[in-house]
């Protein structure tokens, strides 16, 4: 049965007002696309989930979508702050927001204790760390096979969890390749799950290459085309990073008034990510092209009967 | 086919450059790649870890592999990348991982020789702030966070820092300790490490724009050699205490020309890491 759909119809029926949501990506494959219909549909008191909240999440949380963040890092990497963010936690403006912070491992951990329905995580990580102290939900384990102590962090079931991918069928079977952050225990982790893909494609490609299924679509309640829907995060092999708009960022998300401005021009003001890519005109997009292909070889499953 | 620029070749050890044809961030950065010789794996954090791992691949650390938190083992990257998660780690890689696997199996497996990090603030023990200036529950000013590093400071092999220094970031006291160091000296931390498990024996260099530092027997930062065009005065009022100086104190090596090739033409044209 095709899960294919609008993204506003998607975002409509999966995404609630106070859910627990997680748009993943480590980098790679950021649905800024499906962040930005939230934005447009005036979701309310989110819990926002992902290791590095990113400029996803800064426009998000500047949009008022968002109560708390669930994080590991935030900033804006190599170029400076989240600073829709840090208003809302320095000053409280225009409002508090919560934090509820770990380290990068034990974020995956927590997705993957989630996915997999355990009680906790363990790590070795935490030691002599202000962090538990930050956070009461780090806590110390002892090992029930010896005197060894690790960390534990809890398991991260979000509501609903979008993914981005290169490509996936109808039925939501999804293939992707680069950097896969957790996308996967992301997935697995959540109650509901929206993939975002550049191209749909038969059945017959992603059973070509089963390896390369890093979500099937037994777990997938929507699947959304929408080619430069990672924009301006990239797509491997797609587009390159838009590292122009990372740094220009900084001065937008400096002042709260040209913040609000660039989300009135850039996600109130248009319908969505088609006209979102034209508006950023043919000469940009173009210039985020790869600059040459480097294709995988293929490899021979062989057939069996 | 990709068209990729060729990897550099490792710097012969040539003319060095005069000391007013370098900055003081250049000087850093070629200090800290340096200290990378003959290390095998590197785990590199966001920022100037990321310039100085790159330039050591290029030069005094060819072999080195590459671990990257966001899920690349053997990064090759034609163009330095400005985030580490750009697609230039990926492609040519020897590997991909998921990032459950890289922190599990790579980092808490032990395959990790040094870790690279950058902070906000830093002790005399090399213990870390990257969190919160202030109060962690009211912030002065609200930074990044863990990451990666709280992890890599425990469990890669050794522990290797890079920042430039002042005295709101060279600290008496730390406003917030994310990533463990020596704690409260050597004795102390090498005892809890053993109790604990960790993997890691904790950080053993820090780079600064003036000098570099190792750690000595009381797991305490010493200024072991100060860069060219740098003095005492200068590493005194940037720091939050009175530091050790080795007897007899080294003078840093300036970059050589080929060191300056590098950067400014193949690593950081536009000067994004080094202005």
Redesign the interface.
Known sequence: MSKVASMRDAVAEVVHDGDVVAIEG???LISFAAGHEIIRQRKRDLTLAR??PDLIYDQMVAAGTARKLI?????N???G?LYA??RR??SADPAPLELE?????GM?GRY?AGAANLPFYP?????????P??NPLIRPIRSPYGD??VYAVPPLKPDVTVVHAQRADAEGNTQM??????Q??AAFAAERVIIVVEELVDEAVIRADPNRTVIPGLIVDAVVVEPWGAHPS?V?GSY??D?RF?RDWEGISKDATTTQAWLDEWVYGISGRAEYVEKLGAERVAALK?????PSGSVDYGTYR | ????RPVGQPAASGSAAPASAFTKSEMMIVAAARELAGQRVCFVG??LP?IAVNLARLTVAPTLELVY????FGSKPPRL???????SI???ATA?????EL??FY??GGLVDVGFLGAAQIDRFGNINS?VIGD?EH?????????????IA??ARQVFVIMRQSKRSFVDKID?????GN?GGAEAAAR?RRE????GSGPSVVVTDLGIYHFDDAGEMRLDSIHPGATLDQVRETIGWDPKVAEPLAVTRPPTAEEMRLIREELDPEG?YTK
Not at chain 2, 81 to 87: E, Q, V
Not at chain 2, 96 to 100: E, G, L, N, R
């Open positions: 480590f980098t790679h290791l590095t994080f590991s890092w935030l900033g990497p190599g170029v702050g963010i840090r936690v320095e912070e770990y380290s990068h491992f995956v993957t790590l070795r990580s935490y030691f002599e760390s202000d962090l102290k930050a060894e102590t390749w680069g950097l896969l952050g957790c996967k225990e990239y491997q390159d990073r590292n990372y790869p600059s040459g292909t480097a | 086919m990709s068209e990729q966001v920022g990321n938190e966001s899920g690349a990348p400005l985030s580490i998660g750009d697609p990926v492609t040519g991909i991982v998921p990032m459950f922190f599990s980092l808490q969190t962690y912030p002065k000013t609200r930074l990044p966070g863990s990451g990666g590093a709280c992890e425990i469990n917030f300790r994310t990533s463990p704690l809890i604990q498990g960790w993997l994004a």
